[in-house]
């Protein structure tokens, strides 16, 4: 049981970016944060960058064989209600090497509702986010309804607390 919730959805996507003559004109993924709970990733070349909000700098996450990234996403965030963020980031092209990368990505079941879990919600600052069931987030993606940077925002109760 993951989040409280016992019908996990699990994806699985495999990613293949060629060199790239020209990789300055161009990104491998736009930047972005994932949907569902929690991504793990096993890359086999750099190229992932993840945004340093108070740099204000995309930074290069290092490649180590065999080795495992574990992204925040969005559904993590609103069940802790912000105490962890999703991670912003994007993959860039590279001129010299492929670039394999091994995506899973955990999501809560279609009917699932998401909130911000109570004994996570500060008594003076509320809870940041709306209840929602999941498959409403979906929809959202897929009809393009993002506010501003990010979908997640337009989950908030008040999006000006969302940074």
């Known amino acids: 049981m993951l989040w409280g919730y016992p019908n996990i959805q ?6 293949f970016y060629p060199p790239c003559p020209e990789p300055e004109k161009t990104l491998g993924m736009q930047p972005h944060s994932d949907i569902g709970g929690i ?12 945004f340093d909000e108070f740099n204000d700098t995309w930074e290069l996450v290092p490649h ?3 080795a495992f990234v574990v992204n925040i996403a969005d559904q993590t965030e609103i069940i802790t209600n912000g105490r962890y963020k999703s991670s912003n980031h994007r993959v860039i092209a ?15 079941g279609l009917d699932h509702k998401v909130f911000p879990a109570p004994e996570l919600v500060d008594a003076k600052v509320g ?19 993002v ?7 337009s989950f908030a109760i008040n999006n000006s607390v969302i940074s």
Do not use: D, W
């Open 94 to 108: 590279n001129s010299e090497r492929t670039r394999r990368s091994y995506v899973t990505h955990y999501h809560p």
């Open 10 to 15: 699990q994806t699985i996507t495999f990613q």
């Open 127 to 145: 809870p940041r986010y709306r209840e929602f069931l999941y498959k409403e987030y979906l929809q959202a993606m897929r009809v393009g309804r």
């Open 39 to 50: 991504t793990i990733v096993m890359q086999e070349a750099e190229g992932l960058q993840v």
């Open 64 to 66: 180590y064989p065999n």
């Open 147 to 153: 506010l501003e940077k990010r979908l997640l925002q």
